[in-house]
């Protein structure tokens, strides 16, 4: 896949360092099974350990990516070192939620309640996949098992529904009210009350429900406790990137991380040292996930503008899943793939925790979405009588590529179950 993707990319050659390590000397892309040694990059982790984070804030590693911005040769950039010298990373406090499974054919623990964390903003993917979640609990999608045909198992044309109404309500707020909450207030004063349950049962009667039911095709977004946003919608625009892990140690500590440089290559700009040693780090291209347009067309701010010192909103869904009434951990999940990262992760926690699937049956169920526009399906994953019957309820249904790389790691008896998303290139691994 990595050499597939070289190949076609074309930007990434214009920089000397990237392309004289990531292809030969001809401009071809290296070959499946050439061994690539990122001997700058080695050197630099080594730094790391000994010195902490310091060693990227200071010194020659900091001097080396603000020569890269700075010297651009058609797009230079004003990065300095005290810009880097007085980066922060923040910690903040999980967003948590509890989740209840009624459904009386899913067969995934004895106990059907669920306290379900992730990342608070700026990070959208938590309140968006706990929106989809909650808003589906109030329509009969709880009494929806999935289907099962020769092509194995899928959602069906009535479940797709209603998950594609519920995520076009969860996108249509995610765009109104999320962004980094050191300049964006959340709605009522907190970022639960897009989670609150009241909430959520009323934005779930706005589906039309019944077997026939038409799509809504576009949701407004909400008030939550009452509150109406200052801010103006932020269009949709595309989202790339990321890579995600899930691990549980011999202690019972449990990781969800989810990481990116935003676009696959990033900003195309590699950083070396210069010491002569090959290989070194991407620069991201992060600031895309900030809204293009500061506004819209009546002069009304969108939340995630970009300002100074500002983090832009992202998708990811690092998620760890526990029993409420233990404590237990019963799910670590999470995926790679921009906006799509929230229906990937979604579809997951559903499929194990609604439907009783393991985490490799729930990841190789068929990708779906909705960005609060047309109805996105995984191509040749879905029958021609279920594509036939969404667009009968008025739903504008696009097949194409879906390439998630969920991981998950689940809690199963006395030990543990992993999937690996057959898309891409993870795999599970254990001692």
């Known amino acids: 896949r990595m050499s597939t993707l070289l190949a076609g990319e074309s930007h990434l050659k214009k920089d000397s360092v990237a392309a004289a390590y990531f292809y030969d000397s001809k401009g071809k892309a290296w070959p499946e099974g050439h061994l690539l040694r990122n001997q700058e990059l080695g050197a630099i982790f080594r730094r790391i350990a000994a010195e902490g984070s310091r060693a990227l804030h200071e010194g020659d590693i900091a001097q080396a990516i603000v020569n890269k911005v700075q010297k651009h040769p058609t797009n230079p950039g004003t990065l300095s070192l005290a810009d880097l010298a007085s980066y922060q990373a923040r910690q903040r406090t999980p967003l948590c939620f509890d989740y209840s499974v009624t459904a009386s054919f899913s067969t995934s623990s004895n106990n059907k309640d669920y306290r379900i964390c992730g990342m608070p903003p700026p990070s959208s993917g938590?309140?968006?996949?706990?929106?989809?979640?909650?808003?589906l609990n109030n329509t009969r999608a709880t009494s929806l098992p999935p289907d099962h045909d020769a092509q194995g198992i899928a959602p069906s044309a009535d479940w797709l529904h209603l998950y594609t109404e519920a995520s076009r309500l969860a996108f249509a707020d995610r765009a109104q009210y999320l962004g980094d909450p050191d300049f964006v207030q959340p709605p009522a004063g907190t970022w639960m009350s897009l989670l609150e349950p009241a909430?959520?049962?009323?934005?779930?009667?706005?589906?039309?429900?019944?077997?026939?039911?038409?799509?809504?095709?576009?949701?407004?977004?909400?008030?939550?406790?009452?509150?109406?946003?200052?801010?103006a919608p932020m269009p949709e625009q595309p989202e790339y990137g990321t890579s995600h892990i899930s691990i549980v140690d011999a202690h019972g500590n449990a990781l969800a991380m989810t990481t990116t440089i935003e676009d696959a290559w990033g900003a195309r700009q590699m950083v070396n040292r210069g010491k002569g040693l090959a290989g070194g780090f991407l620069l991201n291209n992060e600031l895309t996930d900030f809204s293009f347009s500061p506004s819209d067309s009546s002069g009304t701010s969108v939340a995630n503008r970009v300002q100074p010192g500002k983090r832009p909103r992202s998708s990811m869904a690092p998620t760890l899943v526990f029993d409420r009434a233990t404590g237990r951990l019963v799910m670590s999940a999470g995926s790679p793939g921009?906006?799509?990262?929230?229906?990937?992760?979604?579809?997951?926690?559903?499929?194990?925790?609604?439907?009783?699937?393991?985490?490799?049956a729930a990841i190789n169920l068929p990708n779906f979405a909705s960005f609060n526009g047309p109805t996105l399906l995984e191509e040749n994953r879905f029958p021609a009588a279920t594509l036939n019957a969404l667009n009968a309820r008025d739903h504008d249904v696009i097949e194409l590529p879906m390439t998630?790389?969920?991981?998950?790691?689940?809690?199963?008896?006395?030990?543990?179950?992993?999937?690996?998303?057959?898309?891409?290139e993870g795999v599970v691994r254990g001692d």
Not at 338 to 360: E, P, R
Not at 405 to 424: E, S, V
Request: glycine share 16%; net charge positive; no cysteine.
């Open 126 to 135: 938590a309140i968006a996949v706990g929106q989809i979640l909650g808003i």
């Open 199 to 231: 909430y959520l049962a009323s934005r779930a009667r706005l589906i039309a429900a019944g077997p026939d039911a038409m799509s809504m095709k576009v949701a407004p977004p909400g008030t939550p406790g009452g509150f109406r946003s200052s801010y």
């Open 338 to 360: 921009g906006a799509f990262i929230i229906h990937f992760t979604a579809k997951t926690l559903y499929g194990v925790l609604n439907w009783g699937l393991n985490a490799q």
């Open 404 to 424: 998630s790389g969920l991981q998950a790691i689940q809690t199963a008896g006395h030990g543990l179950f992993g999937g690996a998303d057959p898309r891409r």
